[in-house]
């Protein structure tokens, strides 16, 4: 991995690895593209122009809901995105396409990590009951303000 990624970054013009460190690599990546950058003589970009990938850790993934089939766990794992929790749709492609598998793996899951199991639930509970569905007459273009 360690040649590859010399030899992928070697080949880079200036500015194309300039540009790809500015967009953001994992700390082996940058530690090999700051010896390239070294090598030829270029300085690091500023740290404040360069994205931060250290994300807090939340615990392993654990299976929320499952046996849901593909178009519900993709909608499943939207909504509890869009309240914050960070949710994965799984086995969402091999049971669309197997029915056999579909019962081997149990179908669909959504999976969330376990420090945010609890809050994952009682959003999934709102949504079954309805809690934001919204109205027949519902106009996209109102503000909410």
Known sequence: MNRDLKAFFNDLSDEE????????LTDE?????????????LELPPS????SFKEPYLGDMV?????????????????????????????????QTNSL???AVGGAKVRVPETQLEDARRIVQAFRRGDFELDDDFDVGQSRG
């Open 17 to 24: 690895l300039l540009a790809r460190i500015r967009r953001g």
């Open 29 to 41: 990546a940058l530690a090999i593209a700051t010896h390239e950058l070294s090598t030829r003589n």
């Open 48 to 51: 404040e122009a360069m994205p």
């Open 63 to 95: 299976i929320l809901e499952r046996d849901l089939d593909p178009t519900e766990a993709h909608m499943l794992c939207a909504c509890l995105r869009s309240a914050g929790i960070e949710a994965d749709a799984g086995d969402t492609n091999l049971v």
């Open 101 to 103: 598998l579909t019962i």
